[in-house]
């Protein structure tokens, strides 16, 4: 007995009342929050320490020259100017950053975040930061086919699907100390309560079930998945089931509980076709006046009639050669 037709929903419209409010657990506040880096653009940072660099080796040149001309009061300086000058440009190259679409550049100075660098192509910020490379493409997360216990205390198979994307890169690197792994264990926390506070089949038609209100429960776990990964600076974009289904110690109990439950709804629908159709063939032969039934015919005739419309094999016909009353 499977369902695995994935369930839609997303972490917008999740304001179905109270049935669906977020049950998470109270997340410390950030203490870091994105800032965007100081930074120029690194095509003329790059510009600016190639000259540098040239400059300082022209300086060598020169005063090498002035030095082996006899004039070193000149020449000594001018070169150790120039070495400086050519040693600090090639330091500051090392300041050019590529930033590549759909990727950030968090930015630190001695240990302390200074910012985050969210254009793509050249940059140039200080050399002496250091940074570190984050992806801002969108993602999914497919967790393992988790068996848990319904709200009925079923065994029960499920696993979805999250979409995800980091959205504060300072609270994704700084706050959680691995944040994919975070998201992973939170997503299968969410996943196994949303689980065990509802049925799988509900008894009561009013009630929520994971299979009959797939919408309703797939927005209570985005809420509840929002709440649980907000510290780590991610954005839940959507989330569906992508396995439902009975355990299979007791999934041939409840397909035979299933097929039991469609087998009196479909005989409820054509005991109710029967007799309409057993009231309209009276109310006829009573307008056309084809024969006159006294009660006791029309009890006949409606037992044939139902026997006929509802019986689930064709039927016998049998001749009665006498009168109905013998």
Same mark, same amino acid.
């Given at each position: @007995?499977?369902? $695995?037709?994935?369930?839609?929903?997303?972490?917008?419209?999740?304001?179905?009342?109270?049935?669906?409010?977020?049950?998470?657990?109270?997340?410390?506040?950030? $203490?870091?929050?994105?800032?965007?880096?100081?930074?120029?653009?690194?095509?003329?940072?790059?510009?600016?320490?190639?000259?540098?660099?040239?400059?300082?080796?022209? @300086?060598?040149? %020169?005063?090498?020259?002035?030095?082996?001309?006899?004039?070193?009061?000149?020449?000594?300086? +001018?070169?150790?100017?120039?070495?400086?000058?050519?040693?600090?440009?090639?330091? /500051?190259?090392?300041?050019?950053?590529?930033?590549?679409? %759909?990727?950030?550049?968090?930015?630190?100075?001695? #240990?302390?975040?200074?910012?985050?660098?969210?254009?793509?192509? +050249?940059?140039?910020?200080?050399? +002496?930061?250091?940074?570190?490379?984050?992806?801002?493409?969108?993602?999914?997360?497919?967790?393992?086919?988790?068996?848990?216990?319904?709200?009925?205390?079923?065994?029960?198979?499920?696993?979805?699907?999250?979409?995800?994307?980091?959205?504060?890169?300072?609270?994704?690197?700084?706050?959680?100390?691995?944040?994919? !792994?975070?998201?992973?264990?939170?997503?299968?926390?969410?996943?196994?309560?949303?689980?065990?506070?509802?049925?799988?089949?509900?008894?009561?038609?009013?009630?929520?079930?994971?299979?009959?209100?797939? !919408?309703?429960?797939?927005?209570?776990?985005?809420? !509840?998945?929002?709440?649980?990964? &907000?510290?780590?600076?991610?954005?839940?974009?959507?989330?569906?089931?992508?396995?439902?289904?009975?355990?299979?110690?007791?999934?041939?109990?409840?397909?035979?509980? &299933?097929?039991? %439950?469609?087998?009196?709804?479909?005989?409820? $629908?054509?005991?109710?076709?029967?007799?309409?159709?057993?009231? @309209?063939?009276?109310?006829?032969?009573?307008?056309?006046?084809?024969? =006159?039934?006294? =009660? =006791?015919?029309?009890?006949? @005739?409606?037992?044939?009639?139902?026997?006929? +419309? /509802?019986?689930?094999?064709?039927?016998?016909?049998?001749?009665?050669? #006498?009168?109905?009353? &013998?």
């Amino acid at each position: @007995m499977s369902d $695995q037709t994935p369930a839609g929903g997303g972490n917008d419209g999740a304001d179905g009342g109270a049935q669906l409010t977020a049950d998470a657990p109270q997340m410390p506040r950030p $203490q870091v929050r994105e800032t965007p880096a100081h930074s120029i653009p690194g095509g003329l940072g790059l510009l600016l320490t190639v000259l540098g660099a040239f400059a300082g080796l022209g @300086m060598i040149i %020169g005063g090498g020259a002035l030095a082996a001309g006899g004039n070193k009061a000149v020449g000594v300086p +001018l070169i150790v100017v120039g070495v400086l000058l050519s040693v600090g440009s090639l330091f /500051c190259m090392t300041g050019v950053k590529m930033v590549a679409p %759909g990727e950030a550049r968090v930015i630190q100075l001695f #240990g302390r975040y200074v910012g985050t660098i969210r254009e793509d192509g +050249l940059r140039w910020v200080n050399p +002496l930061t250091a940074d570190r490379k984050i992806s801002t493409r969108v993602r999914n997360h497919e967790t393992a086919v988790l068996k848990v216990n319904d709200a009925y205390g079923n065994p029960i198979e499920l696993a979805s699907i999250v979409v995800w994307q980091v959205e504060d890169t300072a609270q994704a690197l700084f706050e959680v100390d691995d944040f994919l !792994e975070f998201v992973a264990t939170q997503t299968e926390a969410a996943v196994r309560h949303i689980a065990i506070e509802y049925p799988y089949d509900a008894h009561d038609e009013d009630a929520l079930s994971l299979r009959g209100n797939a !919408e309703e429960i797939t927005e209570k776990l985005a809420v !509840e998945l929002t709440a649980r990964v &907000q510290a780590a600076g991610v954005r839940i974009i959507e989330s569906r089931f992508s396995h439902l289904a009975y355990a299979p110690e007791i999934a041939s109990a409840m397909l035979q509980r &299933q097929q039991a %439950g469609a087998v009196v709804a479909a005989r409820q $629908q054509i005991v109710e076709g029967a007799v309409g159709m057993v009231e @309209m063939a009276l109310a006829r032969i009573s307008e056309q006046d084809i024969v =006159e039934l006294d =009660e =006791e015919r029309k009890a006949a @005739m409606v037992s044939n009639l139902m026997v006929v +419309l /509802c019986g689930d094999r064709a039927a016998q016909p049998v001749l009665n050669t #006498g009168s109905l009353y &013998q």
